[in-house]
């Protein structure tokens, strides 16, 4: 059985269309994402996920899609999620997780090119979102 990880997927939109996203200290650009606990659907994993990496409440409105990572051969279930407050340009929150690390999160124009920055899977998780964003506005 493939293993399911969830991933929060915060947009806004400024000048274009936004993805909340951060910078680990050790990976590199990354986008929240997480597994998916015994007994728990990978909508309400999308929100324990966004609340334990940015600190940030919010509800799953709806499911993007599922996507294949090939490289690591897990299997992503993306939600689109509101956020109850307005959200900062760029902030730092510190993390319990893997010892401690503090994220830097920031807004990713969804049109612009992903630099070596992005860790690899995230680079291939990004272009498979922005497809299905941009077929979803035509």
């Given at each position: 059985m493939s293993i399911v990880k969830?991933?929060?997927?915060?947009?806004?939109?400024r000048q274009s269309l936004e993805i909340l996203a951060f910078e680990h200290p050790l990976a590199g650009f990354q986008l929240v994402m997480g597994g998916v606990e015994s007994g728990e659907t990978t909508a309400s994993a999308a929100i324990r996920e966004l609340h334990e990496e940015a600190r940030i409440t919010?509800?799953?409105?709806?499911?993007l899609?599922?996507?294949h990572a090939?490289?690591?051969?897990?299997?992503?279930?993306?939600h689109q999620c509101q956020v109850s407050a307005g959200l900062p340009d760029t902030w730092i929150h510190f993390t319990?997780?893997?010892?401690g690390h503090q994220?830097?999160?920031f807004w990713h124009p969804l049109g612009s090119e992903l630099t070596n920055?992005?860790?690899s899977i995230f680079r291939g998780a990004?272009?498979?979102?922005m497809v299905w964003l941009r077929h979803e506005a035509h």
């Open positions: 969830a991933c929060p997927v915060v947009l806004r939109t919010g509800k799953a409105i709806r499911e899609g599922t996507w090939e490289i690591t051969g897990h299997t992503w279930v993306f319990e997780d893997d010892g994220f830097r999160f920055e992005w860790h990004l272009i498979t979102l």
